[in-house]
């Protein structure tokens, strides 16, 4: 009897990790996009790298519970990194340029990561944003270096993997981030439902006992905190890549600001959020720029407030994983899901 | 006897007020040790002091003959001092499951692994089962820590802490709160806690310290007021006057 317990256990264990049909939808259907939008790529360049980003938000708020106003930080080191990688000729084949840029981004990561250690939420807040300010004031005050207020000019960009020349259209670009995203997403899943990822639940949830189980809470925060930061700055070089130019707008609060507003569309603590949010965020502003080109910001300003009112008290509870995405998922065409709101 | 745990002059100041004052305690290899004392007599910061999550003011603390005042909470862990806490503290989204996974896979030190899954090491896994069979949570053992009765939640306390696979366990109150008719599940799983495994035990109930300990030791007002055998302490008349027959005649 108990090695039929224990194979059920293992069993229920293993399909944690088990990838789900609203899964396979979710890839199919961005990839399905390449070949079946393609006027849109445009825009699908810009969600993708979105999305990466927030993936990289959602690994520290949603799986470690550090929020952060200040993401933008790796976002414009990765940014400005792969920019001067190519202007300089530095690193020429824009894959490793990536890579590289990451790097660059989780150096600064780890180094700013025992910053967030300690403190409240709005400690967190405040410093995040701080180091924000202050990258983003560096880059002013480095015109030689990064062009300062009016941007990284003349950067080109190479042939991706010395083959695949960047076009105008977005055709490529679009192809290159939906890889890129697709296999850094692949890496976080793993994370996720490793020990490792296990742990950090357990450090979000309560630290006191997480250290009372033997963790070592702030090597795990710097940890993933560090990941995150690579993940940030990829998203960041992708941007660089992808439009060839970078400007002091990559560090601002904005940026950082939007970025908590994807993932409080799409939830966090389970992957999707942020993918999710990306492509509602993305489309809903094209889509209202378009109704009213005047006074667009109004609106969106007036949705965000709506959504953060409705949707607060789903941030961070959306632990649940698949069951939750499915739920998602499924209310939104269904009436009869319409009761649900009341749990 | 060998000595496991040990405090030499142990104090803990809040601002003014002397919480832990001059606390010299000696716990046996293998004893099942009882800190008693009033409310507010120093016990949990006792507890908090020796499993590193206060810092002492002054005085030291030996574990096994080594000086572990300045190390880490986590660490002492990794040496074999676990705890459990008078009021629960849990993981609340994770299930029981994960719980008991999460603090077998860090004893294993494979907690710091990211690429592999949870739950493939067959080991660990039968572990798991295991503990959570002894600890009575078999059949809930999938559903979220928040959601279970308040008992469960206790008999998981001290389920995560036996995980840890311990030399010395440091129960905090382990039924305090629980209803008298779900008492008797956690007070068994105490008296089975293995014998190599030395408990010191914070508990209130004096039917519970007088059944359990073969030492107890009675904490008033921060200081160790008397350190012996049940018999000698029960006799006592100081400790009567103090505490016992506050507690009995109640």
């Known amino acids: ?53 927030a993936l990289s938000l959602d690994l520290i708020l949603g799986y470690a519970g550090i929020i952060s106003l200040g993401h933008a930080a790796f976002f414009g080191l990765g940014s400005y990194a792969a920019a001067l990688f190519a202007k300089h000729g530095i690193i020429e084949e824009p894959v490793l340029a990536l890579l590289a840029a990451g790097l660059c981004a989780a150096v600064l990561g780890f180094a700013t990561s025992f910053l ?85 639940r357990a450090v979000k949830g309560n630290p006191l006992r997480a250290a009372s189980v033997g963790i070592s809470v702030n090597a795990r925060l710097i940890a993933v905190y560090t990941l995150a930061a690579f993940y940030a700055g990829v998203a960041g070089a992708l941007l660089a890549q992808t439009t060839a130019f970078a400007s002091l707008d990559v560090f601002s609060l904005e940026r950082s600001a939007d970025l908590l507003l994807v993932l409080i569309i799409g939830g966090t603590g389970y992957l999707y959020g942020g993918l999710i949010g ?66 | 006897m060998a000595v496991v745990l040990e405090t030499v002059d142990l104090e803990k100041h809040f601002g003014g007020i002397a919480a832990v004052a001059g606390v010299s305690l000696k716990i046996e290899k293998g004893a099942r040790h009882a800190l008693i004392g009033p409310n507010g007599a120093g016990k949990t910061t006792v507890i908090n002091l020796l499993t590193g999550v206060l810092q002492p003011s002054a005085g030291r603390i030996l574990l096994e003959g080594e000086d572990i005042t300045a190390l880490d909470a986590h660490k002492r862990v990794r040496r074999g001092l676990a705890r459990t806490f008078q009021i629960n503290q849990l993981f609340l989204d994770l299930t029981p499951l994960e ?16 690429w592999r ?48 696979r311990p030399r010395v366990l440091l129960l905090d109150e382990p039924a305090a709160g629980v209803p008298e008719d779900e008492r ?67």
Request: aromatic share 10%; glycine share 8%.
């Open chain 1, 1 to 53: 009897m108990p090695s039929a317990a224990v194979e059920e256990v293992a069993r229920t264990l293993a399909a944690r990790a088990r990838w789900g049909a609203l899964e396979y939808a979710f890839w199919l259907a961005a990839l399905a996009s390449i070949f079946l939008l393609p006027g849109r790529h445009l825009i699908l360049t810009e969600i993708a790298w979105l999305a990466l980003f």
């Open chain 1, 116 to 200: 967030v250690l300690r403190g409240s939420d709005l400690t967190r807040l405040m410093v995040t944003l701080g180091v924000a300010l202050i990258m983003r004031e560096i880059a002013n005050q480095i015109p030689d270096l990064t062009g300062g207020a009016d941007g990284l000019q003349g950067v080109i960009i190479a042939p991706i993997l010395g083959t695949f020349q960047l076009d105008i259209f977005g055709h490529v670009s679009y192809v290159y981030c939906l890889a890129v995203l697709f296999v850094l997403f692949l890496v976080a899943r793993r994370i996720v439902y490793s020990p490792f990822g296990l742990s950090l």
């Open chain 1, 278 to 343: 990306a492509v509602i965020f993305k489309l809903m502003q094209d889509w209202i720029a378009h109704l009213t080109p005047q006074y667009w910001q109004f609106w969106i300003g007036l949705v965000f407030v709506l959504i953060v009112l409705v949707g607060r008290e789903r941030i961070g509870s959306w632990t649940g994983g698949l069951r939750a995405l499915a739920e998602r998922i499924a209310r939104r065409p269904a009436p009869a899901a319409m009761p649900e709101k009341g749990r």
């Open chain 2, 99 to 114: 719980t008991v996974g999460l603090a077998i896979s860090e004893r294993m030190g494979a907690g710091a692994q990211w």
């Open chain 2, 117 to 164: 899954l949870v739950g493939t090491s067959p080991a660990m896994v039968e572990e798991i089962v295991e503990i959570l069979g002894r600890f009575h949570l078999a059949d809930v053992m999938y559903e979220r820590t928040g959601n279970l009765p308040y008992g469960k939640q206790r008999l998981l306390e001290i389920a995560l802490a036996i995980a840890c």
């Open chain 2, 184 to 250: 008797h599940e956690i007070l068994a799983t105490v008296a089975a806690l293995p014998a190599d495994v030395t408990v010191l035990l914070i508990e209130h109930d004096m039917d519970i310290v007088f059944s359990f300990a073969d030492r107890i030791s009675v904490l008033v007002n921060g200081a160790l007021f008397v350190d012996g055998a049940p018999e000698e302490v029960a006799r006592d008349p100081r400790v009567k006057s103090v505490y016992l027959g506050e507690a009995l005649d109640a």
